[in-house]
């Protein structure tokens, strides 16, 4: 089962890819966890991939499409994959199934998650970190015993400074703006899974079940 997961940051990607990669058996191979390990093994596209990551410029779509390519051919992908963060564009997307179609493969679901842009400032905002031991809370859904401290280690709990409402509402409009074409190319083709990320984490879990096991299309 080859499998795209799509959602915008704070829809709860990470904790269903848990679930996924728990249930079904395959890799979940993010763009920047495929990225690093290119770059630890030395292969010619991680060094290439390295030299604009250290300059601090974008790698540019061929290298990112050939790195995907090479992590995708490699054993623990034999049986299926989900990739997260890619492709993010419609030439991505077309790379992709040039990609799958030589390995003799198909895509067979593209789920989005989809959460209403108010709700997901609330979620992105409301997180705090904590400068001591690094320990994350959220001030509606997972909030500190005292405002402020951390409750393992009694340090300062902080805001990150890309997650303030302006930041966040920013990095928001621009995944919409960019990924609203790539949505329409699968549904297009018949392959996007629309799910609600506003629902409790069990439920959105339970609709990608049925999704996954064909019980819903």
Excluded: W
């Amino acid at each position: 089962m080859n499998i795209v997961f799509m959602g915008p940051p704070g829809a709860g990607k990470g904790t269903q890819a848990e679930y996924i990669v728990e249930q079904f058996g395959i890799p979940h191979i993010s763009t920047g966890d495929a990225f690093r390990l290119a770059m630890k093994q030395g292969t010619e596209l991680g060094l290439v991939a390295k030299g604009y990551v250290d300059a601090g410029k974008l790698v540019p779509d061929e290298v990112t499409i050939g790195i995907v390519r090479d992590r995708l051919q490699q054993d623990d992908c034999k049986k299926g994959f989900l990739l997260d963060g890619f492709p993010r564009t419609i030439s991505q997307a077309e790379a992709l199934d040039e990609i799958v179609a030589a390995m003799g493969k198909q895509i067979d679901h593209v789920i989005n998650l989809s959460v209403d842009r108010d709700k997901l400032l609330a979620r992105l905002t409301g997180r705090r970190i904590c400068r001591s031991c690094g320990a994350t809370y959220h001030i509606l859904f997972n909030p500190p015993k005292q405002e402020g401290v951390c409750d393992k280690c009694g340090g300062e709990l902080y805001q990150r400074s890309d997650d303030t409402e302006e930041k966040v509402g920013t990095r928001l409009d621009e995944y919409i703006t960019k990924t609203a074409p790539l949505l329409e190319y699968y549904a297009n083709k018949g392959l996007l899974r629309q799910v609600n990320g506003e629902q409790d984490i069990a439920q959105v879990s339970a609709e990608i079940s049925a999704i996954l096991r064909g019980q819903r299309q």
